[in-house]
């Protein structure tokens, strides 16, 4: 879940000014992929993150260019219809 927190961390720094109390982040539908071997006991967590913005009267375009630009630096391999809103 760092990744979840650091998205929290871009936004709230960005300059378009979101307060800590109007910023709700959460994950669910998550789940563990194994891969457990002989010599391999690796797991990855999958799940979705949820982001929910209130009291913002901001343009949506600026909200949207700094999940694009997080995700670009932090899950380079995203796939392009990863953003749901």
């Known amino acids: 879940m760092k990744k979840l927190e650091s998205l929290r961390e871009h936004l709230l720094s ?17 789940k563990v992929i194994s891969f457990q071997g002989e010599n391999n006991q690796h ?13 913002y009267s901001g343009d949506a ?3 949207a260019y700094l999940l694009l630009q997080w995700l670009k630096q932090n899950q380079p391999y995203y796939k392009e219809d990863a953003i749901e809103f």
Do not use: H, K, M, W
């Open 14 to 30: 960005s300059p378009i000014g979101l307060q800590e109390d109007d910023l709700l982040t959460f994950s669910e539908q998550g």
């Open 43 to 55: 797991f990855e967590l999958r799940y979705s993150a949820n982001i929910i913005i209130t009291d």
């Open 61 to 63: 375009d600026q909200v």
